[in-house]
């Protein structure tokens, strides 16, 4: 695996990750932007893959109780583990090399206050297959689906805890349907747009375990404005501590 360090938000955090396989992307910093973790609260990335999430989530809640990540691809989970070391994390966070789908054999039912996740974002046969085995686990639902991710999410949660997610903006009918049906209820969406007038790429969700009906849709994010500069909220999600998404 040939890797390169790269700085994430500004310098503020530095990252080895694979040059060909799963890497740090905008979707990335948006979500961890997006969540809010409270002080005390128990924090589980799922598909952390080198730790990106985890260590923004780390850097920006200092006051979380504890952060960890689930990983599949044993080689992410040593990167994630190096990552947190270098940036002075490790006693902040941890990572475990498992199947999301056998979550029970890692961690207790309802012990977790948030479960954050980028799941794969396409189905199998609805694209091409990455080249790269990595790649394709990462971004494609080889190892495990949207429904997998949203019932490990249920089981993970204590009842009125919350899952902050980002996923496909034209994939958001089949997300919301999943997630009701889970008993994960949709409560704060924001629709992510490359600029004004172009049609959203992602959508960032938040959703209560038992919660009752109710949904609160957040105004545009927009990456750069007409003058193709990028946006305040832009800026401020990449900040060390930015909630621009908030």
């Known amino acids: 695996m040939t890797l390169s360090r790269d700085d994430i938000v500004r310098g503020a955090l530095c990252m080895w990750q694979p040059r060909e396989g799963?890497?740090?992307?905008?979707?990335?910093?948006?979500?961890?932007?997006?969540?809010?973790?409270?002080?005390?609260?128990?924090?589980?990335?799922?598909?952390?893959?080198?730790?990106?999430?985890?260590?923004?989530?780390?850097?920006?809640?200092?006051?979380?109780?504890?952060?960890?990540?689930?990983?599949i691809q044993p080689d992410l989970v040593e990167l994630a583990k190096r990552n947190a070391a270098e940036n002075g994390l490790s006693g902040r966070?941890?990572?475990?090399?498992?199947?999301?789908?056998?979550?029970?054999?890692?961690?207790p039912p309802e012990t977790m206050d948030v479960v954050v996740t980028n799941p794969p974002y396409h189905e199998i046969g609805r694209n091409r297959r990455s080249a790269a085995e990595s790649s394709a686990t990462a971004?494609?639902?080889?190892?495990?689906?949207?429904?997998?991710?949203?019932?490990c999410s249920?089981?993970?949660?204590?009842?009125?805890?919350?899952?902050?997610?980002?996923?496909?903006?034209?994939r958001t009918a089949e997300l919301f349907s999943a997630?009701?049906?889970?008993?994960?209820e949709?409560?704060?969406?924001?629709f992510v747009h490359h600029r004004p007038g172009a049609f959203a790429s992602v959508v960032l969700v938040e959703a209560v375990r038992a919660a009752g009906k109710?949904?609160?849709?957040?105004?545009?994010?927009?990456?750069?404005?007409?003058?193709?500069?990028?946006?305040?909220?832009?800026?401020?999600?990449?900040?060390?501590?930015?909630?621009?998404?908030?």
């Open 22 to 71: 799963p890497r740090v992307m905008v979707d990335t910093v948006l979500l961890s932007a997006f969540a809010h973790i409270r002080k005390g609260e128990k924090v589980l990335e799922l598909g952390s893959a080198t730790g990106a999430v985890t260590l923004l989530l780390a850097l920006r809640f200092p006051e979380a109780a504890r952060i960890s990540g689930v990983e």
């Open 93 to 107: 966070v941890s990572y475990v090399c498992g199947d999301l789908r056998n979550i029970a054999d890692f961690y």
């Open 139 to 151: 971004r494609q639902e080889v190892c495990c689906s949207l429904e997998d991710v949203l019932r």
């Open 154 to 170: 249920k089981r993970l949660l204590r009842n009125k805890g919350r899952l902050y997610m980002v996923f496909l903006a034209d």
């Open 179 to 184: 997630l009701s049906g889970m008993r994960l």
């Open 186 to 190: 949709p409560k704060r969406i924001r």
């Open 214 to 246: 109710g949904l609160f849709v957040e105004p545009p994010f927009f990456l750069y404005g007409e003058n193709g500069e990028e946006t305040d909220d832009m800026k401020n999600a990449y900040a060390p501590g930015g909630s621009g998404c908030r």
